[in-house]
């Protein structure tokens, strides 16, 4: 068909158009219905497809961690439980206050039995208080020979109650060597001292808002 021949076609009578012209307004037809479902109806619903997608793969990725984290429980708590017996085994070190004194006299011998000579050995006068747990200073100086110094460190080590020595320093004498160093000692704190130690550190908190 040519250009003149559509132009003659009465839009009124469609029924008695050639076949060619009715598959074309057909097809027209066709072209814009779909065009039409997609703008007001498809597109909104293919977006809430989409959204419906990302949320079923964040889901799916939150079910496998909690999957993941179920299958591994049972290595968590055997951890935490193995966690808490070495920190009961590390409290155990720690002396209570009424221990304290026998272990100070524990760290005087160690020094005696060696031969060493105490010129000093002062306790601070004040612990200072971490969480659970107290910290006191001892300024000690001791004199003696050089391997008579190292074995009292390593009998200082294997004391059944945590002992370190710190600020180390070794100067020259008459008699060999003098150690000037800290120890340290610490002891757990009881549930009074821990109780009030917690209500200081409240009201400290509080006093400052």
């Known amino acids: 068909m040519t ?24 097809l027209i037809t066709l072209i814009l219905l779909v065009f039409a479902s997609y703008w007001f109806d498809w597109q909104n619903q293919l977006e809430q497809i989409g959204t419906e997608k990302q949320k079923e793969g964040q889901l799916r990725t939150a079910y496998l961690d909690k999957k993941k984290q179920a299958i591994d429980l049972p290595a968590y708590r055997k951890q935490l439980e193995d966690i808490e017996k070495q920190f009961g085994a590390l409290l155990k ?46 300024t000690i100086k001791i004199t003696g020979s050089y391997h008579d110094l190292g074995a009292f460190a390593s009998d200082v080590g294997k004391l059944s109650r945590i002992v370190t020595l710190n600020d180390i320093a070794l100067t020259s004498a008459k008699e060999g060597l003098v150690l000037d160093a800290t120890a340290k000692t610490f002891r757990y704190l009881d549930e009074e001292e821990i109780a009030a130690q917690r209500k200081t550190a409240t009201v400290a908190k509080g006093g400052k808002k």
């Open 3 to 26: 250009l003149d021949d559509l132009r003659r076609l009465d839009p009124k009578k469609i029924g008695n158009w050639p076949i060619l012209p009715k598959l074309g307004v057909l």
């Open 93 to 138: 070190q720690l002396p209570g206050k009424s221990e304290m004194d026998a272990l100070l006299t524990d760290i005087n011998q160690a020094g005696l039995g060696r031969g060493l000579q105490f010129e000093l050995f002062k306790p601070a006068t004040s612990e200072t208080l971490r969480d659970f747990y107290a910290e006191l200073p001892i």
